[in-house]
């Protein structure tokens, strides 16, 4: 059974960098099937997407966080993770990771990166505050 | 504020059956068959209910249905059950190659 667990190390200043990593376990990372990806959801609001990767470090960020987002893979740790400078208390959020399945038009893939979250991780909550 | 809009909260009786709506634009929704459905208990980890609108994965009881009209894409809850009891939400694809969400829908078992 495949697992995905957030870790982080802990709240984040004003203007700093949110760090996070999300291991996989159960499963390889280096999946032809799948990409990876972050959601995060503020407290009291809902979701948003991050951004997504795949296992040779293709990436596809939101145009919203794309100037400040940077991800990363490592598949000899079998992790991939999340980088956010500059950040503010909009930042603020429980960070969750998740494995996506493309979405596909007659077995092309639509645009990679872009799909629906079949298995996610329990979150972790980052605080951005002074 | 949330492309994807949905009701704040819905509410319903055990054995009863609910629908939450997901209204999006000409751009998402009504356009796209990739509508997915979430549902998020607190402190666990967010689980798929629906994908490409009426698609369930395995291990998905068949209580949980979606669908959709023009613009708006909606999930079924049948037979209510007290652990249904959490927040869902919609997600769609977008004509700007991007993903987005609904704002979310509390549910709540009376």
């Known amino acids: 059974q495949l697992q995905l667990q957030e870790s982080g190390p802990g709240p984040v200043k004003p203007s700093e960098t949110l760090s996070l990593s999300c291991t996989v376990s159960?499963?390889?990372?280096?999946?032809?099937?799948?990409?990876w990806g972050w959601i995060r959801q503020p407290p009291g609001k809902g979701l948003e997407w991050v951004g997504s990767?795949?296992?040779?470090?293709?990436?596809y960020y939101s145009p919203s966080l794309q100037s400040r987002v940077t991800m990363s893979v490592d598949t000899s740790e079998n992790l991939f993770s999340l980088r956010l400078r500059s950040v503010t208390s909009a930042d603020t959020a429980v960070y969750y990771c998740?494995?996506?399945?493309?979405?596909?038009?007659?077995?092309?893939?639509?645009?990679?990166?872009?799909?629906?979250?079949?298995?996610w991780g329990r979150g972790t909550l980052v605080t951005v505050s002074s | 504020q949330s492309a994807l809009t949905q009701p704040a909260s819905v509410s319903g009786s055990p054995g009863q059956s609910i629908t939450i709506s997901c209204t999006g634009t000409s751009t998402d929704v009504a356009t796209y068959l990739y509508v997915s459905w979430y549902q998020l208990h607190p402190g666990k980890a967010p689980k798929l209910l629906i994908y490409e609108v009426s698609s369930r994965p395995s291990g998905v009881s068949n209580r949980f249905s979606g669908s959709k009209a023009g613009n708006t894409a909606s999930l079924t809850i049948s037979e209510l059950q007290a652990e249904d009891e959490a927040d869902y939400y919609c997600h769609s694809y977008t004509s700007s190659s991007t993903l987005e969400f609904g704002g979310g829908t509390k549910l709540t078992v009376l």
């Open positions: 159960g499963g390889s990372i280096s999946s032809t099937s799948y990409y």
């Open positions: 990767i795949y296992h040779t470090g293709s990436t």
């Open positions: 998740a494995r996506i399945i493309n979405y596909t038009i007659l077995g092309v893939v639509l645009k990679s990166g872009v799909g629906y979250f079949d298995l």
